[in-house]
Each structure stands twice: as C-alpha cells, then as structure tokens.
C-alpha cells in the first residue's frame, strides 16, 4: 500500500516512516501542510497521516478541503491533542480514525491495519496490466491467472511499477519508496530486484511486463493503449 505522512515533527515522522516501510509499504512524508496537501491531491495513496498542528497549513482543513473535492482516503489523525472536543472536530471533518501522542508502535500498525483492510469505492485494489494483475489487499500476485510467489521487498517494487503504469520510473525512485535510501550509479540492487522480479513474472507468461529505459529507469506498459 502506498502511505503519506504529513507531520511535522521530524523524529516522528522518521520513525512511522521506518516502521511502515518494514511492512513493505511505500511511504513518503512530507513536514509541512502545503506539501502534504499538494502530494494528497497528486498521487493515489492508500492512507494518509496527518497531524493537526502543520506549518503553513493545519491537518483539519487540508482535511476538509479533500473531502470536499471527492477524495476519500482513509485519514488517520496523529496529533498531541487529545482532549475529546479535537478528536471530534477531527472525526466530523472526515477523519476516521484519531490516535493521540504518545503512541504505541503496535497500536499505530493495527489501526493502520484496519483503515487498509476497509472498503473504498474510489480506490481499485487490484492492480492490473495485460495478464499480470497485483491484489494489494490480499498481497497476491498473478500471471495469466497462475499464482506467483514474491518476496515482500519483490511485491512492493512490483506495486510501485504497476502503480505508475505508463509512466517511467527511476532506480532512484524505486530505491527512495522501497529502501529509503540516496540511489547512486554505485549500486546495484534496484537492477537485482527487477531482474529476480521479471524471472518469476515473465516465465509464466509469454509478455515482457517490465520494460527497461536505457538510462532512465523502468516502466510497465499496457498495451492496449
């Protein structure tokens, strides 16, 4: 699943960040409410962090002005208020679900767990190109209808490609979502995976899902268009 972070606490944010992406999530945070909302409003994420107090532009109106534009993502308020008053300004401008600092990793995971596993008309769960189709849900990946077995690092580089369809993506961006680490041309594992990703995939089916761009990156195509 693709996550976003806005908080402007730093250390926070790292730390969430961390931990989500131990759970193979892709994550990206931003550190003031402008960006948040500008990221809210570009990408098709499967949940958002969003802290009340944020530099520029507070958690409840970027809130209310994603809800008012169509947008409904899960929204989990992260905040250090904690009176019940804010926590039902939050919930009545479109939040659902509120946990207050200090907080326990655990309960961070499961309340994260449980806003994924909900329903939503506007997100598609299941990712598809050609015969290669990519369940987020059920963490399931198929090729002409055959299962196919991925590591959890594996699926999250495959749903990263699969959820910028059409479009080309660097090994810097794939290294950014899945390994939060600075790619240079010194490494070597974005190549790895994706050639460990195209063996499983592209032996079962008789279509090159995985195009590479010569200097660019990668892309998946579907050719229908």
């Not at 550190?31 to 948040?36: A, E, H, I, P, R």
């Not at 479109?94 to 946990?99: N, P």
């Amino acid at each position: 699943m693709r996550i976003l972070i806005v908080e402007d606490e730093r250390d926070i944010a790292e730390f969430v960040k961390r931990a989500l992406r131990a759970e193979s999530h892709a994550v990206d945070v931003a550190v003031d409410g402008m960006t948040g909302e500008s990221l809210a409003f570009s990408e098709p994420y499967d949940l958002v962090i969003l802290d009340i107090m944020l530099p520029k532009k507070e958690g409840i109106p970027i809130l209310r002005c994603l809800r008012e534009s169509g947008i409904h993502t899960p929204v989990l308020m992260l905040t250090a208020r904690g009176e019940v008053s804010d926590r039902v300004l939050g919930l009545d401008a479109g939040a659902d679900d509120y946990l207050v600092k200090p907080f326990a990793l655990a309960e961070l995971r499961a309340r994260v767990r449980a806003l994924l596993r909900r329903p939503s008309d506007e997100r598609a769960p299941i990712l598809q190109v050609d015969g290669l189709t990519l369940d987020p849900t059920n963490r399931e990946v198929r090729v002409n209808g055959i299962p196919v077995e991925l590591t959890s690092r594996e699926f999250a580089i495959l749903e990263y490609l699969l959820r910028n369809k059409n479009r080309l993506v660097s090994k810097g961006m794939i290294a950014d979502h899945v390994w939060d680490f600075h790619y240079s041309s010194d490494h070597n594992i974005v190549e790895v995976y994706i050639r460990k990703i195209r063996k499983k995939i592209e032996c079962t089916g008789k279509c090159k899902f995985i195009h590479t761009v010569r200097g660019g990156g990668y892309i998946i195509r579907d050719r229908r268009k």
